[in-house]
C-alpha cells in the first residue's frame, strides 16, 4: 500500500473472484491470462500491495496447511458438500431437507479443520427454493425458515465447542445477467429473513454474513440496515463489491464504501471485511489495492 493502514478495518481478500478461471467459470474476460492460485495471490500481496500478512477468505482446503505454515488466516471456510456433482454450495442449502443431512456433515467437517489451525468462521446457505438439477415443488418460505433453523442449531452447537463462527450468508435474487452476480431463485434474498433466522438459532456463534453488494441491490439503505444488526450483535463477517455489476469499489458506483465503513467502526465491528469484487481492471492487485484505500477509514 502506498499509505500504511490506519488499522480500524480487518481487511481480507476473497479467493475466487481473483483466482477462478475468469475465461470459462466468471465469463468476463477472455482475453485474461491464466488466473492466480493461491500462492500467487498472496505473493502479489505482499510484493505488490505491501501487505506483509495477507488474510484471505473462501480459499480451497488444498491451501490450508501451506497458509498455515506461513502464519497466515483463511477468514471464512468455504463448504462444498457436492464438488463431485459441480452444485455451487449456494443452490443446495440448509432450507432443503432432502440434502440437509450432507450439508450439516461438509459444514460440521469445514468448522473442525478451521478451528485447528484457528480460523474465525466458516460460510453457510439458505438453498434455493427448487433445486435446478432435479426440479420439484418449490420450498415455501416458512418450511425454508423451519428447515434452516433445525439444520443450523446442529452445527451451531458445534461451532460453539470449537469456537468458531457460523455465517449465513444473504444474496440477491435479481441480478440475472451473470451467474455470480445474482442468483435467482435463492431463499435468502429477503435480509430480515436471515436475520431472524440467526436469531431463531439463538447462538452466539451463529451470525449473518452481511454481503453490502447483495444487500444493496435486493434493499438499499445499506447503513441503516447495517447498524441495526450491529447493534444486536448479528453481524459476522461483511463482504464488499461495487454495485451495480459486483466490479471495482469507486465513485462510479451507487455504494460509497468509506461511510459504510466508518459504520462499521462506529459499531465496534471487530470482523474481517472481505474484499469479493470481480476485477475487470488490467491488474489484479491494483484493484484490490484499489479497494483497500477506499474502505481503510
Keep these: 500500500m502506498s499509505t500504511p493502514l490506519k488499522g480500524n478495518i480487518r481487511h481480507d481478500v476473497a479467493w475466487w ?9 466468471l465469463n468476463t474476460r477472455p482475453d485474461e491470462p491464466m488466473p ?6 498472496v505473493t502479489g500481496l505482499r510484493e505488490h500491495c505491501g501487505i506483509a500478512k495477507p488474510v484471505i477468505e473462501l ?44 450439508v450439516i456433515e461438509a459444514t460440521i467437517a469445514e468448522i473442525d479443520l478451521h478451528a485447528s489451525f484457528k480460523w474465525p468462521n466458516v460460510i453457510s446457505f439458505v438453498g434455493y427454493a427448487v433445486d ?29 465447542a470449537k469456537r468458531v463462527v457460523i455465517c449465513l450468508e444473504h444474496l440477491n435474487s435479481r441480478d440475472t445477467t451473470h451467474p455470480m452476480r445474482g442468483h435467482p431463485g435463492y431463499q435468502g434474498d429477503n435480509l430480515d429473513f436471515v436475520a431472524e433466522t440467526v ?36 453481524v459476522g463477517h461483511i463482504h464488499t463489491a461495487g454495485c451495480p455489476g459486483r466490479g471495482e469499489l469507486g465513485p462510479s458506483q451507487e455504494l460509497y464504501y468509506p461511510a459504510v465503513m466508518a459504520a462499521l467502526v462506529e459499531g465496534r465491528y471487530a470482523g474481517y471485511v472481505g474484499h469479493e469484487h470481480i476485477p475487470v481492471l488490467p491488474d489484479k492487485f491494483v484493484s484490490i489495492e484499489n479497494s483497500i484505500s477506499i474502505c481503510d477509514v
Aim: hydrophobic content about 35%.
Design 199 to 234: 436469531r431463531r438459532v439463538g447462538s452466539p456463534n451463529m451470525k449473518v454474513l452481511f454481503d453490502c453488494y447483495h444487500v444493496q441491490v435486493m434493499h438499499g439503505d445499506v447503513i441503516r440496515r447495517l447498524r441495526a444488526l450491529l447493534a444486536e450483535g448479528l
Design 59 to 102: 480459499a480451497p482446503q488444498a491451501d490450508y496447511e501451506w497458509l498455515a505454515s506461513q502464519g497466515l488466516v483463511n477468514a471464512m471456510g468455504f463448504v462444498d458438500p457436492f464438488g463431485s456433482d459441480k452444485i455451487p454450495p449456494f443452490v443446495r442449502g440448509f432450507n432443503n431437507p432432502k440434502y440437509r443431512k450432507q
Design 17 to 25: 473472484p481473483f483466482c477462478l478461471d475468469r475465461a470459462t467459470v
Design 36 to 41: 492466480l492460485d493461491t500462492k500467487g495471490l
Design 132 to 160: 435446478p438439477t432435479d426440479g420439484g415443488n418449490p420450498i415455501k418460505r416458512s418450511k425454508a425458515m423451519t428447515s434452516c433453523v433445525t439444520g443450523l442449531k446442529q452445527v451451531a452447537k458445534h461451532a460453539e
